[in-house]
């Protein structure tokens, strides 16, 4: 069974910086998508940033001078480091990993940025 487990999320004053992880468990071979996706309440759930078992990334506009997506094929781990944050990066953030047929969500840990 193919959990994801995140953790880093919290509150934060706007200009500063969080580091989220998440680890994938029940898989024996490295992953080809893993990513962050966000969810702010009344909105849909949106990309944030993906990176490929290759390093390729692709992040949102709104994101990509502020925000670092990173891995560790090895351990299936992925991170998401953001600095310089805003009030409206505000949203419950989602740890994802695709492989061909096989698509995983974690349970969501909370990022409020106060303004």
């Not at 989220?20 to 944030?48: D, H, K």
């Not at 940033?49 to 670092?68: L, M, Q």
């Not at 990173?70 to 944050?85: C, G, Y």
Request: proline letters at 2%; glycine letters at 12%; charged letters at 20%.
């Amino acid at each position: 069974q193919v959990q994801l487990m995140e953790s880093g999320g919290g509150l934060v004053q706007a200009g500063g910086s969080l580091r989220l992880s998440c680890a994938a468990s029940g898989i024996g071979f490295s992953i080809n998508i893993m990513g962050w996706y966000r969810q702010a309440p009344g909105r849909q759930r949106e990309l944030v940033a993906t990176i490929t078992n290759r390093g390729n990334t692709n992040y949102k506009d709104s994101v990509k001078d502020r925000f670092t997506i990173s891995r560790d094929n090895a351990k299936n781990t992925v991170h998401l480091q953001m600095d310089s944050l805003k009030p409206e990066d505000t949203a419950v953030y989602y740890c994802s990993a695709e492989h061909g047929a096989l698509s995983r969500w974690g349970q969501g840990t909370q990022v409020t940025v106060s303004s």
